[in-house]
């Protein structure tokens, strides 16, 4: 195995931790907010950032460098094209955030929310996040099957035989038959 295809298989095994966090995200998380007392949103927003802080950003880190690692370090049988295409992924997954989630995320605690309410002060941009979340949940996943499909090109491409006249394979460090 080369150093690529171990780099390689570290970022399948980071891009997909990200998979399970965005999906547990989206199905269980983003939820649940609804049921949250708008009172004390705020401080569970706090939290909640504060945590997602140590769980996703790391990671999401992690996956982002790999992604450029790969381009200097490409595995065997992986055209830089697809290479190009998970680092497109995973640049416009934090552009995004910048732009969209993570504001709103922010700001979803702020709000004239009636007392004794439930969820987010900011009903309306709660539902704006949750809704288009589903792009950033499709670019995570879309990214993890990328990678996927690049371990699994790179590690089941066919060994180069070196075959004698026989049609034998010839094994390195052995000696080789004599024709005659």
Known sequence: MT???QLLLATLAVSWYNVAVIWLMQILIYPSWAFIPSADFGQAQGDHFVRLFIVVFP????ATLSALALLRWRPPGIRRAALRLGLGIQLSLWL????????WQGQIALGDAPPGSLGPANVELYHLLVATHWLRV????????LVFWMAYRSFSRPRTVE????????VPGEPRPVEG
């Open 3 to 5: 150093r690529a295809q």
């Open 59 to 62: 990671q999401a880190t992690l």
């Open 96 to 103: 995004l955030t910048a732009l969209l989630w993570g504001r």
């Open 138 to 145: 499709g670019l995570i996943t879309a990214y993890g099957i």
């Open 163 to 170: 075959v004698d006249a026989h049609g034998g394979a010839l």
